[in-house]
Protein backbone atom coordinates (compact mmCIF):
# COMPACT_ATOMS: atom_id res chain seq x y z
CA UNK A 1 0.00 0.00 0.00
CA UNK A 2 1.25 3.33 -0.92
CA UNK A 3 1.36 6.02 1.84
CA UNK A 4 -0.57 8.79 2.05
CA UNK A 5 0.71 12.16 2.97
CA UNK A 6 -0.78 15.35 4.75
CA UNK A 7 0.97 16.88 2.41
CA UNK A 8 0.47 18.13 -1.35
CA UNK A 9 3.04 18.00 -3.89
CA UNK A 10 3.21 21.74 -3.87
CA UNK A 11 4.24 21.58 -0.20
CA UNK A 12 1.30 22.64 1.51
CA UNK A 13 1.35 22.94 5.10
CA UNK A 14 0.18 20.34 7.25
CA UNK A 15 -3.77 18.97 7.27
CA UNK A 16 -5.78 20.92 9.79
CA UNK A 17 -8.29 18.15 11.31
CA UNK A 18 -10.83 18.14 13.82
CA UNK A 19 -11.98 14.93 15.58
CA UNK A 20 -15.65 15.23 16.92
CA UNK A 21 -16.53 13.12 19.63
CA UNK A 22 -19.66 12.93 21.92
CA UNK A 23 -19.52 11.10 25.54
CA UNK A 24 -18.54 8.52 22.93
CA UNK A 25 -18.89 4.67 23.66
CA UNK A 26 -15.77 2.55 24.23
CA UNK A 27 -15.03 1.74 20.83
CA UNK A 28 -15.75 5.09 18.94
CA UNK A 29 -13.53 7.07 21.73
CA UNK A 30 -10.80 4.06 22.05
CA UNK A 31 -10.73 4.59 18.05
CA UNK A 32 -10.55 8.41 17.94
CA UNK A 33 -7.23 8.32 20.20
CA UNK A 34 -5.96 5.24 18.04
CA UNK A 35 -7.01 7.53 14.39
CA UNK A 36 -5.42 10.56 16.33
CA UNK A 37 -2.01 9.15 17.25
CA UNK A 38 -1.85 7.60 13.84
CA UNK A 39 -2.40 10.98 12.10
CA UNK A 40 0.24 12.83 14.46
CA UNK A 41 2.75 10.53 13.25
CA UNK A 42 1.95 11.14 9.41
CA UNK A 43 2.37 14.54 9.86
CA UNK A 44 -2.02 15.75 10.18
CA UNK A 45 -2.48 18.42 13.05
CA UNK A 46 -5.34 17.13 14.96
CA UNK A 47 -8.01 19.04 17.40
CA UNK A 48 -9.86 16.53 19.74
CA UNK A 49 -13.13 17.76 20.68
CA UNK A 50 -14.72 15.70 22.86
CA UNK A 51 -16.27 16.48 26.83
CA UNK A 52 -13.12 16.71 29.65
CA UNK A 53 -14.53 13.50 30.99
CA UNK A 54 -12.88 11.72 27.65
CA UNK A 55 -9.89 13.64 27.62
CA UNK A 56 -8.80 11.86 31.30
CA UNK A 57 -10.09 8.54 30.50
CA UNK A 58 -8.15 8.37 27.13
CA UNK A 59 -5.83 11.04 26.75
CA UNK A 60 -5.71 12.45 23.18
CA UNK A 61 -3.35 14.91 23.97
CA UNK A 62 -1.07 12.12 24.87
CA UNK A 63 -1.38 10.82 21.53
CA UNK A 64 0.05 14.59 20.56
CA UNK A 65 -3.27 15.54 19.36
CA UNK A 66 -4.56 19.18 21.20
CA UNK A 67 -8.38 18.47 23.04
CA UNK A 68 -10.86 21.14 23.51
CA UNK A 69 -13.57 20.45 25.73
CA UNK A 70 -16.63 20.20 24.08
CA UNK A 71 -19.84 18.98 26.31
CA UNK A 72 -22.55 16.74 25.10
CA UNK A 73 -24.97 18.59 23.67
CA UNK A 74 -26.31 19.96 20.74
CA UNK A 75 -27.39 23.59 22.98
CA UNK A 76 -26.28 27.09 21.40
CA UNK A 77 -22.96 27.28 23.73
CA UNK A 78 -21.61 23.64 22.92
CA UNK A 79 -22.46 24.63 18.87
CA UNK A 80 -20.62 27.70 19.14
CA UNK A 81 -17.80 26.51 21.06
CA UNK A 82 -17.23 23.36 18.35
CA UNK A 83 -17.39 26.04 15.82
CA UNK A 84 -15.23 28.55 17.10
CA UNK A 85 -12.72 25.40 17.06
CA UNK A 86 -13.50 24.29 13.47
CA UNK A 87 -13.29 28.11 12.09
CA UNK A 88 -9.23 27.17 11.06
CA UNK A 89 -9.67 23.34 10.13
CA UNK A 90 -9.33 22.18 6.55
CA UNK A 91 -11.01 19.01 7.42
CA UNK A 92 -13.69 17.80 10.04
CA UNK A 93 -14.39 13.90 11.32
CA UNK A 94 -17.36 13.43 13.36
CA UNK A 95 -17.65 9.93 15.62
CA UNK A 96 -21.05 8.82 16.09
CA UNK A 97 -24.67 10.44 15.18
CA UNK A 98 -24.91 12.68 17.73
CA UNK A 99 -21.40 14.19 17.41
CA UNK A 100 -21.77 13.97 13.68
CA UNK A 101 -25.33 16.36 14.24
CA UNK A 102 -23.20 18.95 16.30
CA UNK A 103 -20.36 18.98 13.28
CA UNK A 104 -23.07 19.81 10.82
CA UNK A 105 -24.44 22.77 13.18
CA UNK A 106 -21.49 24.38 13.42
CA UNK A 107 -20.44 23.97 10.27
CA UNK A 108 -23.47 25.76 8.40
CA UNK A 109 -25.08 22.54 7.08
CA UNK A 110 -25.49 21.02 3.83
CA UNK A 111 -23.42 23.49 2.01
CA UNK A 112 -20.85 23.89 4.35
CA UNK A 113 -17.12 24.36 2.67
CA UNK A 114 -15.00 22.29 5.06
CA UNK A 115 -15.38 19.13 4.30
CA UNK A 116 -17.44 16.59 6.84
CA UNK A 117 -16.34 13.19 6.97
CA UNK A 118 -18.66 11.08 9.39
CA UNK A 119 -17.76 7.50 10.74
CA UNK A 120 -20.83 5.68 11.57
CA UNK A 121 -19.79 3.40 14.60
CA UNK A 122 -23.46 1.68 15.53
CA UNK A 123 -26.76 2.75 15.04
CA UNK A 124 -29.12 5.10 18.03
CA UNK A 125 -31.81 2.76 18.83
CA UNK A 126 -34.93 4.49 20.45
CA UNK A 127 -38.74 4.46 20.46
CA UNK A 128 -41.62 6.68 19.88
CA UNK A 129 -40.91 10.06 19.07
CA UNK A 130 -37.32 9.76 20.01
CA UNK A 131 -36.85 6.91 16.81
CA UNK A 132 -38.47 9.57 14.56
CA UNK A 133 -36.28 12.58 15.73
CA UNK A 134 -33.35 9.98 15.74
CA UNK A 135 -34.18 9.46 12.35
CA UNK A 136 -34.15 12.95 11.30
CA UNK A 137 -31.35 13.65 12.75
CA UNK A 138 -29.99 10.38 10.14
CA UNK A 139 -30.71 12.08 7.58
CA UNK A 140 -29.25 15.32 8.01
CA UNK A 141 -26.08 14.10 8.56
CA UNK A 142 -25.77 11.67 5.69
CA UNK A 143 -26.87 14.04 3.75
CA UNK A 144 -24.32 17.11 4.87
CA UNK A 145 -21.73 14.82 4.61
CA UNK A 146 -19.01 14.52 2.30
CA UNK A 147 -18.07 10.93 2.73
CA UNK A 148 -19.92 8.55 5.50
CA UNK A 149 -17.87 5.19 6.82
CA UNK A 150 -19.62 2.67 8.34
CA UNK A 151 -18.51 -0.11 10.54
CA UNK A 152 -20.18 -2.78 8.48
CA UNK A 153 -21.96 -3.15 5.57
CA UNK A 154 -24.79 -2.56 7.20
CA UNK A 155 -24.15 0.81 8.44
CA UNK A 156 -23.03 1.25 4.87
CA UNK A 157 -26.48 0.40 3.55
CA UNK A 158 -28.33 2.62 5.95
CA UNK A 159 -26.42 5.10 5.28
CA UNK A 160 -27.35 4.98 1.48
CA UNK A 161 -30.43 4.98 2.52
CA UNK A 162 -30.88 7.90 4.07
CA UNK A 163 -29.16 10.15 1.42
CA UNK A 164 -25.47 9.48 1.99
CA UNK A 165 -23.90 10.85 -1.47
CA UNK A 166 -20.39 8.46 -0.85
CA UNK A 167 -20.75 6.14 2.04
CA UNK A 168 -17.95 3.09 2.08
CA UNK A 169 -17.15 0.70 4.28
CA UNK A 170 -15.01 1.17 6.98
CA UNK A 171 -13.95 -1.21 9.43
CA UNK A 172 -12.44 0.55 12.77
CA UNK A 173 -9.75 -1.66 13.63
CA UNK A 174 -8.99 -2.52 17.47
CA UNK A 175 -6.75 -0.54 19.45
CA UNK A 176 -5.26 -2.80 21.94
CA UNK A 177 -5.97 -2.47 25.91
CA UNK A 178 -3.19 -0.96 28.10
CA UNK A 179 -2.36 -4.07 30.52
CA UNK A 180 -2.29 -2.99 34.26
CA UNK A 181 0.84 -1.94 35.36
CA UNK A 182 0.98 -4.58 38.21
CA UNK A 183 0.22 -7.34 35.94
CA UNK A 184 2.74 -10.71 36.30
CA UNK A 185 4.73 -11.45 33.02
CA UNK A 186 4.03 -14.55 32.83
CA UNK A 187 0.85 -15.12 31.48
CA UNK A 188 0.06 -18.73 33.13
CA UNK A 189 1.03 -17.39 36.74
CA UNK A 190 -1.41 -14.27 35.84
CA UNK A 191 -4.60 -16.52 33.99
CA UNK A 192 -3.87 -18.59 37.92
CA UNK A 193 -4.06 -15.31 39.39
CA UNK A 194 -6.80 -14.01 38.15
CA UNK A 195 -9.13 -17.62 37.70
CA UNK A 196 -8.40 -17.67 41.82
CA UNK A 197 -9.49 -14.45 42.81
CA UNK A 198 -12.52 -14.77 40.93
CA UNK A 199 -13.43 -18.01 42.52
CA UNK A 200 -12.67 -20.01 39.31
CA UNK A 201 -10.27 -22.42 40.76
CA UNK A 202 -11.21 -25.92 39.34
CA UNK A 203 -14.40 -25.54 37.07
CA UNK A 204 -14.62 -23.80 33.94
CA UNK A 205 -14.60 -19.88 33.66
CA UNK A 206 -17.02 -17.88 30.93
CA UNK A 207 -16.32 -14.27 30.57
CA UNK A 208 -19.31 -11.71 29.48
CA UNK A 209 -18.31 -7.96 28.88
CA UNK A 210 -20.82 -4.99 28.74
CA UNK A 211 -22.68 -2.38 30.69
CA UNK A 212 -25.57 -3.79 32.60
CA UNK A 213 -28.25 -2.63 29.96
CA UNK A 214 -31.29 -4.14 28.60
CA UNK A 215 -29.87 -5.16 24.98
CA UNK A 216 -27.16 -6.59 26.02
CA UNK A 217 -29.37 -9.60 26.94
CA UNK A 218 -28.22 -10.64 30.02
CA UNK A 219 -31.53 -11.77 31.14
CA UNK A 220 -30.95 -14.49 28.36
CA UNK A 221 -27.72 -15.44 29.68
CA UNK A 222 -29.16 -15.84 33.35
CA UNK A 223 -31.92 -17.95 31.84
CA UNK A 224 -29.10 -20.14 30.18
CA UNK A 225 -26.95 -20.06 33.56
CA UNK A 226 -29.85 -22.07 35.05
CA UNK A 227 -28.56 -25.22 33.34
CA UNK A 228 -25.34 -25.14 33.71
CA UNK A 229 -25.84 -26.05 37.21
CA UNK A 230 -25.88 -29.14 36.26
CA UNK A 231 -22.74 -29.24 34.87
CA UNK A 232 -19.64 -31.14 36.66
CA UNK A 233 -17.80 -28.92 38.11
CA UNK A 234 -20.15 -25.98 37.40
CA UNK A 235 -18.65 -23.14 35.30
CA UNK A 236 -18.40 -19.56 37.25
CA UNK A 237 -19.91 -17.00 34.70
CA UNK A 238 -18.40 -13.60 35.54
CA UNK A 239 -20.15 -10.10 33.70
CA UNK A 240 -17.85 -7.17 34.13
CA UNK A 241 -19.75 -4.09 33.52
CA UNK A 242 -21.93 -1.22 35.22
CA UNK A 243 -25.47 -0.49 34.52
CA UNK A 244 -29.14 0.33 35.69
CA UNK A 245 -29.89 -3.73 35.63
CA UNK A 246 -27.68 -3.88 38.46
CA UNK A 247 -30.16 -4.76 41.01
CA UNK A 248 -32.35 -6.73 39.18
CA UNK A 249 -29.72 -9.15 37.86
CA UNK A 250 -28.52 -9.38 41.38
CA UNK A 251 -31.76 -10.41 42.75
CA UNK A 252 -32.56 -12.90 40.30
CA UNK A 253 -28.55 -14.45 40.87
CA UNK A 254 -29.43 -14.46 44.72
CA UNK A 255 -32.68 -16.15 44.51
CA UNK A 256 -31.98 -18.53 41.53
CA UNK A 257 -28.75 -19.53 43.12
CA UNK A 258 -27.06 -19.17 39.62
CA UNK A 259 -23.57 -19.33 39.18
CA UNK A 260 -22.99 -15.58 38.04
CA UNK A 261 -20.99 -12.82 39.59
CA UNK A 262 -21.39 -9.31 38.78
CA UNK A 263 -17.71 -7.72 39.31
CA UNK A 264 -18.59 -4.46 38.27
CA UNK A 265 -16.71 -1.99 35.67
CA UNK A 266 -12.85 -3.52 35.15
CA UNK A 267 -9.84 -2.22 33.63
CA UNK A 268 -8.15 -5.59 33.55
CA UNK A 269 -10.32 -7.29 30.77
CA UNK A 270 -7.41 -7.84 28.31
CA UNK A 271 -6.38 -10.46 31.65
CA UNK A 272 -10.03 -11.36 32.26
CA UNK A 273 -10.36 -13.03 28.68
CA UNK A 274 -6.81 -14.47 29.15
CA UNK A 275 -7.83 -16.54 32.31
CA UNK A 276 -11.67 -17.59 30.40
CA UNK A 277 -12.60 -20.76 29.08
CA UNK A 278 -15.29 -19.27 26.90
CA UNK A 279 -16.40 -15.55 26.07
CA UNK A 280 -20.09 -15.11 25.71
CA UNK A 281 -21.97 -12.31 23.91
CA UNK A 282 -25.56 -12.60 24.57
CA UNK A 283 -26.57 -9.48 22.82
CA UNK A 284 -29.56 -8.88 21.26
CA UNK A 285 -28.57 -5.76 19.11
CA UNK A 286 -25.01 -4.98 17.98
CA UNK A 287 -25.07 -3.61 15.15
CA UNK A 288 -21.67 -1.75 15.14
CA UNK A 289 -18.10 -3.95 15.43
CA UNK A 290 -18.36 -5.63 18.92
CA UNK A 291 -15.07 -4.68 21.35
CA UNK A 292 -15.50 -8.11 22.80
CA UNK A 293 -16.01 -10.57 19.84
CA UNK A 294 -12.36 -8.65 18.22
CA UNK A 295 -11.11 -9.07 21.65
CA UNK A 296 -11.73 -12.39 22.25
CA UNK A 297 -10.77 -13.47 18.67
CA UNK A 298 -7.42 -11.86 18.94
CA UNK A 299 -6.97 -13.90 22.40
CA UNK A 300 -7.67 -17.19 21.12
CA UNK A 301 -10.81 -17.50 23.89
CA UNK A 302 -13.70 -19.32 22.28
CA UNK A 303 -16.66 -17.14 21.58
CA UNK A 304 -20.71 -18.05 21.93
CA UNK A 305 -22.60 -14.88 21.04
CA UNK A 306 -25.75 -13.81 19.05
CA UNK A 307 -26.76 -14.18 15.36
CA UNK A 308 -27.33 -10.85 15.72
CA UNK A 309 -26.81 -7.26 13.86
CA UNK A 310 -23.15 -6.80 12.85
CA UNK A 311 -21.64 -10.09 14.56
CA UNK A 312 -22.00 -12.41 11.96
CA UNK A 313 -20.21 -10.36 9.35
CA UNK A 314 -17.57 -9.87 12.08
CA UNK A 315 -16.46 -13.02 13.32
CA UNK A 316 -17.35 -15.10 10.35
CA UNK A 317 -17.00 -18.92 11.29
CA UNK A 318 -14.73 -17.46 14.18
CA UNK A 319 -17.30 -17.97 17.01
CA UNK A 320 -19.92 -20.04 17.81
CA UNK A 321 -23.53 -18.18 17.02
CA UNK A 322 -26.67 -19.02 18.55
CA UNK A 323 -29.93 -17.30 17.70
CA UNK A 324 -30.70 -13.82 19.70
CA UNK A 325 -32.79 -14.48 22.26
CA UNK A 326 -32.35 -18.32 22.85
CA UNK A 327 -31.46 -19.08 26.51
CA UNK A 328 -31.66 -22.87 25.10
CA UNK A 329 -29.64 -22.90 22.05
CA UNK A 330 -27.17 -20.47 23.93
CA UNK A 331 -26.87 -23.15 27.28
CA UNK A 332 -26.32 -25.88 24.57
CA UNK A 333 -23.44 -24.35 22.72
CA UNK A 334 -21.81 -23.90 25.78
CA UNK A 335 -22.06 -27.49 27.14
CA UNK A 336 -21.30 -28.46 23.97
CA UNK A 337 -18.06 -26.65 24.17
CA UNK A 338 -17.07 -27.07 27.41
CA UNK A 339 -17.37 -30.75 26.67
CA UNK A 340 -15.48 -30.91 23.78
CA UNK A 341 -11.77 -29.75 23.95
CA UNK A 342 -10.75 -30.67 20.54
CA UNK A 343 -14.00 -28.53 19.38
CA UNK A 344 -12.67 -25.63 20.58
CA UNK A 345 -9.07 -25.52 19.66
CA UNK A 346 -10.55 -25.94 16.13
CA UNK A 347 -12.92 -22.48 17.17
CA UNK A 348 -9.67 -20.53 18.59
CA UNK A 349 -7.93 -21.47 15.01
CA UNK A 350 -11.14 -20.38 13.13
CA UNK A 351 -11.17 -17.48 15.35
CA UNK A 352 -7.46 -16.62 14.64
CA UNK A 353 -7.75 -16.68 11.09
CA UNK A 354 -10.97 -14.39 10.93
CA UNK A 355 -8.87 -12.22 13.19
CA UNK A 356 -6.24 -11.96 10.77
CA UNK A 357 -8.63 -10.66 7.87
CA UNK A 358 -9.55 -7.23 10.36
CA UNK A 359 -7.67 -4.21 9.47
CA UNK A 360 -4.71 -3.64 11.61
CA UNK A 361 -4.64 0.11 13.29
CA UNK A 362 -2.32 1.41 10.48
CA UNK A 363 -4.04 0.36 7.52
CA UNK A 364 -7.37 1.87 9.24
CA UNK A 365 -5.47 5.61 9.38
CA UNK A 366 -4.10 5.17 5.99
CA UNK A 367 -8.07 4.58 4.81
CA UNK A 368 -9.08 7.98 6.44
CA UNK A 369 -6.05 9.48 5.36
CA UNK A 370 -6.98 8.44 2.00
CA UNK A 371 -10.28 9.61 2.49
CA UNK A 372 -9.12 13.24 3.86
CA UNK A 373 -7.20 13.55 0.94
CA UNK A 374 -9.57 12.81 -1.81
CA UNK A 375 -11.52 16.17 -0.17
CA UNK A 376 -9.21 18.32 0.77
CA UNK A 377 -6.89 18.16 -3.01
CA UNK A 378 -6.81 20.72 -4.83
CA UNK A 379 -8.93 21.26 -8.06
CA UNK A 380 -6.50 21.23 -11.34
CA UNK A 381 -6.24 24.38 -13.04
CA UNK A 382 -8.41 24.29 -16.21
Same mark, same amino acid.
Given at each position: ?????????????????????????????? @?? +??? /?? !??? $? %?? #?? *???????? =??????????????????????????????????????????????????????????????????? @?? +??? /?? !??? $? %?? #?? *???????? =?????????????????????????????????????????????????????????????????????????????????????????? =?????????????????????????????????????????????????????????????????????????????????????????????????????????????????????????????????????????????????????
Amino acid at each position: MTPVSSHSPLGRSPLRTVQVLGGGNAGSSA @HV +RSL /AA !GLV $A %RG #VK *VTVCAPAE =AERTYDFTGAGADHAHVPRSSDPVAVAALRAVCADADLVHAHGLHASFRAVLALGGRRARTPLVVTW @HD +RAH /AE !GAQ $A %RL #VR *VLERRVMR =AAGVVLGATSDLVDRARLTGARDARLGPVALPGRPRPAAAPDDPDLLRAKTRAELGAVGRPLLIAVGSLDPHRGYDVLLDAARAWRLLDP =APLVVVAGEGPLRGELQRRIEDEELPVALIGRRDDVTDLLAAADLALLPSLREAGRSVLAQEALHARVPLVASATGGIPELVGDGAELVPRGDAEALAEAVSGLLGDPARREALRDRGTRQAATWPTEDETVAQVLSVYDELTRPLPFL
